[in-house]
């Protein structure tokens, strides 16, 4: 459903588009979220009549994922889906335009389940043509600017024939199967290592010229190694000569050249900051790095528009919502464009068609799931499909901005959500979730999934808080900073001050509060039921609960020791104080922990710490646990299950 009107600022404005009376309306339940379609890696066709785009159940079905490739014209006409990965049980993804706009490649494991090789298939369609068979698979698809061959990501130990170890022991420091960028012909034949000679590649981009790739690469791709430093090297495809331009402190989301060749872009944190997050300007030759100015936003994705001017469309948080510029270089001039409706925000990353004047997005809404939109990019954009037309019939809760004055005086942000039908001027029970990160924020998004949970307790009838304290992202370097060392200090104030704000306004009744969250919100809900009574039940997801433990076993440890005074084996006493376990004999919340067995983000021992604490200090608990998910859910009956025990519990415990 394409929501083309603003998101409320209240409650009377615009409720009759956006929610309806249960009586004429279903009720949203964990089926229905559950059982949505998401599109994602939108890419607009060089001439930019056509859109092509993935979409995905998001549970699986399977223990793997599944998806099609969908296309859409821009102008007229309507979506469809291309390919049949999802109605055949395999993954179609990473659909790539080549440069002429008539074939379009994309990945598949149709032929082995997992190991995802090259196919071709014609605009006006028929049957897709395998290009590759290369053992273990291949990732990160890209056309070479001649639209001769393709790239792509390759398992160096497949490639060499070292199909299995020579041994069962694992040794750490060990290579980690790192991947190297390889080239194929698109008539066929021979798949040749394009380089670099060692190390695992990230993320790569061509010249427009075709003659450097540039790639960001770590030693290896262990479990702390894009938060170590990473290399930017700049390749020449030929030769394979390599040369290393710069390092960054952390994986940039975005890497691209400019149309001449000259800089290159990417999105990451300026070196020597974690929380400044710019546009970087990259010199090719000298590695020198310029910066624009962020101001009281975070940058998402950044592109270069084609042209004699040095032109850049930049896509970044501020606020609540997110916000869209051109920006030319020669003369520092912004222009924020409104290329799409208000009261949602578009989702990076953007695609630009070659000519520069198409611009196809993903956009998000608080009042449904995510839609793609493409249109002129100095001009109004068109919705191009409609996804879940199962919702149509479903009563969605509107979602409001709302904000608060926190203790020292700092406005915190966030949004609410009360009941579909909600009686008018009736307290209601009231649960905060609290986002993850901390570095993120609650957006813009339609919070209706196995992981934003708004629509779920709405829908229950109760009211929802989603705060965005301090540390989250979207109003400045600053703000995002504002936590680091003081992690369930003030950013727990914030959260404390939301549930005050709720209760004065007569939102929420004063007896009747819980708190959730996943991640870092499951680490501030371990420690908000250490520190406070208030609250009559909780859910901690994949919560934080010993941080010396935790930085001890996770993927991102120097992510983590930046949040404190310094290295765990420096300073472990300010890890300890800041560890719910510590307080565990504080606890008299009913708190229902919740992790997935795969998780190497937080690994699950931080809920058995918890679970196992709470029973021995006779703290009604359970600890769930869900096989082969990870710190994100991708099986369908697991993220059900969820979802129907989250809201169990908090019946149960809140008296409704």
Request: a negative charge.
């Amino acid at each position: 459903m394409c929501f083309g009107s603003p998101a409320p600022l209240s409650r009377v404005q615009d409720e009759e588009r956006v929610t309806h009376t249960m009586t004429s309306k279903q009720r949203y339940t964990p089926d229905h979220a559950v059982n949505l379609r998401i599109a994602s890696d939108v890419q607009v066709a060089p001439d930019g009549r056509h859109v092509a785009f993935t979409v995905a159940p998001i549970g699986h079905k399977e223990t793997k994922p599944t998806s099609a490739i969908w296309l859409a014209p821009v102008e007229n006409g309507e979506a469809r889906e291309f390919t049949m990965g999802a109605v055949v049980g395999h993954e179609d993804k990473m659909p790539r335009w080549s440069p002429n706009g008539r074939t379009l490649a994309f990945l598949s494991d149709r032929t082995e389940r997992g190991a995802h090789q090259i196919h071709l298939i014609d605009l006006e369609g028929g049957e897709a043509r395998p290009l590759t068979s290369v053992p273990k698979g291949l990732d990160l698809l890209a056309w070479a600017p001649d639209g001769r061959s393709l790239t792509a990501t390759a398992d160096r130990r497949a490639l060499a024939g070292e199909d299995k170890p020579a041994t069962e022991v694992r040794v750490a420091s060990a290579d980690a199967r790192p991947r190297v960028i390889v080239r194929v012909p698109v008539e066929g034949g021979t798949v040749r290592v394009l380089g670099p000679a060692e190390g695992h590649v990230w993320a790569y981009a061509w010249s427009a010229d075709g003659r450097r790739v540039a790639a960001l690469t770590t030693p290896g791709n262990g479990l702390d190694e894009p938060a170590r430093g990473v290399r930017l090297l700049v390749i020449d495809p030929v030769t394979r000569a390599e040369r290393v331009l710069t390092t960054l402190d952390t994986l940039p989301v975005t890497l691209q050249w400019s149309p001449d060749g000259s800089r290159l872009v990417a999105v990451a944190n300026v070196p020597g900051s974690a929380d400044d997050t710019r546009v970087l300007l990259i010199d090719p030759e000298s590695g020198a790095i310029d910066t624009l100015e962020a101001g009281a936003t975070t940058p998402l994705w950044a592109g270069w528009l084609p042209g004699q001017e040095p032109r850049l469309l930049t896509l970044a948080e501020e606020g609540l919502y997110n916000r869209i510029d051109l920006v030319n270089l020669s003369d520092d001039t912004r222009q924020q464009l409104d290329p799409l409706p208000p009261g949602g925000g578009a989702q990076a990353p953007l695609s630009v068609s070659a000519d520069g004047r198409t611009l196809a997005c993903i956009r998000t809404h608080p009042a449904g799931p995510p839609e793609v939109w493409a249109g002129p990019i100095d001009g109004e954009l068109r919705c191009l499909t409609h996804l879940n037309p199962q919702l149509d019939d479903v009563a969605i809760a509107p979602m409001e901005p709302v904000e608060w004055t926190a203790s020292d005086g700092l406005t915190i942000q966030g949004w609410l959500l009360r009941p579909p039908g909600a009686e008018p001027g009736k307290r209601l029970p009231l649960i905060v979730q609290v986002h993850g990160g901390p570095t993120s924020r609650w957006g813009p998004t339609f919070h209706g999934t196995w992981h934003d949970w708004g629509q779920i307790f709405a829908a229950a009838g109760y009211a929802v808080l989603l705060p965005n304290p301090r540390g989250s992202t979207g109003r400045g370097a600053s703000f995002t900073a504002s936590n680091r060392g003081d992690l369930g200090g003030m950013d727990f104030d914030d959260v404390m001050r939301g549930v005050d704000w709720a209760i004065e306004q007569g939102i929420a009744d004063p007896d009747r509060h819980g708190i959730a969250g996943w991640s870092y919100g499951g680490f501030l809900t371990a420690w908000a039921v250490t520190h406070t009574d208030r609250f009559k039940a909780a859910v901690a997801g994949a919560a934080v609960t010993n941080w010396p433990s935790k930085v001890g076993t996770t993927d991102i440890r120097p992510y983590n020791e930046a949040r404190f005074p310094g290295p765990l084996h420096e300073a472990p006493d300010a890890y300890w104080e800041r560890s719910p376990i510590r307080y565990l004999g504080r606890i008299t919340t009913p708190t229902l922990v919740v992790h997935g067995e795969a998780d190497v983000r937080v690994p699950p021992e931080q809920g058995m710490e918890l679970y196992l604490g709470l029973r021995a200090a006779g703290v009604p608990t359970d600890f769930i646990t869900y096989p082969r998910q990870g710190h994100a859910f991708h099986e369908r009956a697991f993220q059900r299950d969820l979802l129907q025990r989250l809201v169990a519990w908090f019946d149960r415990w809140m008296g409704k």
